[in-house]
């Protein structure tokens, strides 16, 4: 214990239902069921371990974590610990009134997603109509009633070009700031690459647009942004560094170092029904299994950035590479880095075809 950092954060997945079916969604293919969730006593069993351990901020996700009922008590036990609370959300599901109880219950901050800022993209891109005025009205709601909000939107090749809009809007929402996500190809995300991959002169332009708008509106808005992988020379340090900052349990309770780590073969999660979260995080086998620079091999063992990036996402090298245990294949070290410019440019040049939604062969 003495020599493994606290976490700081974590993801409590409360739910895998969600209203929306956005094509880019990064949980897994196999979702938890309703009836496999973590009861209430339990996870406030598992948050109270969380503060002792060292958490201070607790993102309440899914799904849609808003469809819990019991999502009032998660909130007051969080704001009892001291813990951090930000609710993330699509809105829908919400309104004022609950937003309103969850307030009082010590919610402390509201990350909303949008899918674009027209409505009929809104919609495709979702598997909803009408969200965009529904998301309109639950932003204004969170500002009205004094909570600071984050406006998120997940970026692909279909809504690329409304970046600046997005920005925008969050500046006429009252948000503090805008989170330009780029799609991340893990999970359900994976079966709709092709249709969700921008050109590289699109990811360019994005990236000078973000550039321009920070600089333009520093003293207006934060605008964070997690560039798109493919096109790029680094690796991102993800989730910080295996094991090092943060933790994800799942509605049915594993606990898992990042959200897609269930898609690495052969790891061994352990469960919140089973082991305290002081356990899971110091002695479990999937924690300890990328943990530090101890399992690296060639190029990153012998790298001046093993500790800056970790040797990048075990998800995307298990994804391209074949194996958790090689260099992100986003590194321009590896020796498969050409691979993904290939795949990308290969993908982005495919015409643009109907999504694959989950839970059907719908197509809109
Ligand atoms: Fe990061 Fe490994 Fe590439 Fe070095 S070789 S930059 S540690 S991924
Ligand atoms: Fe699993 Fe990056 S998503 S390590």
């Given at each position: 214990?003495?020599?493994?950092?606290?976490?700081?954060?974590?993801?409590a997945e409360l739910t895998h239902r969600c209203p929306l079916h956005c094509?880019?969604?990064?949980?897994?293919?196999?979702?938890d069921k309703r009836s496999a969730e973590l009861e209430t006593g339990t996870w406030l069993r598992v948050l109270s371990e969380a503060a002792r351990l060292g958490v201070v901020q607790v993102h309440l996700s899914g799904g849609e974590p808003t469809a819990r009922k019991d999502l009032e008590a998660i909130v007051r036990h969080c704001a009892g610990l001291g813990i951090y609370s930000n609710l993330i959300t699509s809105g829908i599901g919400l309104d004022e009134r609950r937003l309103t109880t969850l307030v009082e219950a010590g919610l402390d901050h509201v990350q909303l997603s949008f899918q674009a800022t027209t409505p009929e993209m809104n919609d495709l891109i979702g598997g909803l109509g009408g969200s965009l005025s529904y998301k309109l009205k639950?932003?204004?709601?969170?500002?009205?009633?004094?909570?600071?909000l984050t406006v998120n939107a997940v970026i692909h090749r279909?809504?690329?070009?409304?970046?600046?809009?997005?920005?925008r809007l969050a500046i006429r929402l009252s948000a503090r700031r805008?989170?330009?996500a780029h799609a991340q190809y893990y999970g359900w995300a994976l079966k709709n690459r092709a249709n969700l991959m921008p050109t590289r002169e699109e990811t360019v332009a994005a990236v000078a647009?973000?550039?321009?708008?920070?600089?333009?509106?520093?003293?207006?808005?934060?605008?964070?942004?997690v560039i798109p992988d493919y096109y790029a020379r680094y690796p991102k340090a993800c989730m910080g560094g295996w094991a090092r900052q943060s933790l994800n349990v799942t509605p049915s309770g594993k606990v898992l170092p990042c959200h897609a780590a269930e898609t690495i073969?052969?790891?061994?999660f352990w469960t919140v029904r089973d082991k305290s979260l002081a356990d899971i995080w110091c002695d479990s086998p999937a924690f300890n299994a990328f943990r530090g620079t101890g399992w690296m091999r060639e190029p990153c063992r012998s790298c001046e950035r093993r500790e800056i990036d970790w040797g990048g996402c075990r998800c995307q090298a298990l994804a391209v590479a074949g194996s958790a245990l090689e260099a992100d294949p986003v590194c321009q070290k590896s020796p498969i880095h050409d691979r993904m410019a290939a795949i990308a440019a290969a993908e982005a040049a495919q015409p643009l075809r109907g999504y694959q939604y989950r839970g059907s062969a719908k197509r809109l």
């Open positions: 214990m003495t020599a493994i950092a606290a976490p700081i954060g974590m993801l094509p880019y969604c990064s949980n897994p293919i196999e979702l639950i932003a204004a709601a969170v500002t009205r009633l004094g909570i600071p279909r809504n690329i070009a409304q970046i600046e809009d997005f920005v805008v989170e330009i647009t973000v550039t321009r708008l920070r600089e333009e509106l520093k003293n207006v808005i934060v605008i964070d942004a073969p052969d790891l061994e």
